[in-house]
Nanobody, 115 residues
Framework: QVQLVESGGGLVQPGGSLRLSCTAS????????MGWYRQAPGKQRELVAR???????NYADSVKGRFTISRDNAKNTVYLQMNSLKLEDTAVYYC?????????WGQGTQVTVSS
């Protein structure tokens, strides 16, 4: 079955931390870029971070220095460690895999930053 399953979202106070996880089918994960996007209410979906099979990473300017993307190729899992969370990080976070067959998306996980 071709799928991505995210977990780890929730409610956190400003300044707090969360770690998102996404486990993908091997056909999506192996050898491909994996990434995290987010979509806040009333806004377009935006790239947060992505990581190549070899570990090269890219980040949105708004999260640089606060978020870290990583992957465990043995577990077909990509992570997003989010520190120093801000109110504006509130969004639905989506895991994605970019394959030769096209892009695949998870169902999304809600992250809410609120005091």
């Amino acid at each position: 079955q071709v799928q991505l399953v995210e977990s780890g979202g929730g409610l956190v106070q400003p300044g707090g931390s969360l770690r998102l996880s996404c486990t993908a089918s091997r056909i999506i994960f192996s050898g491909n870029y994996m990434g995290w996007y987010r979509q806040a209410p009333g806004k377009q979906r935006e790239l947060v971070a992505r990581i190549s099979d070899g570990g090269n990473t890219n980040y949105a300017d708004s999260v640089k220095g606060r978020f870290t993307i990583s992957r465990d190729n043995a577990k077909n899992t990509v992570y997003l460690q989010m520190n120093s969370l801000k109110l504006e990080d509130t969004a639905v976070y989506y895991c994605t895999g970019a394959t030769k067959l096209g892009d695949f998306w998870g169902q999304g996980t809600q992250v809410t930053v609120s005091s």
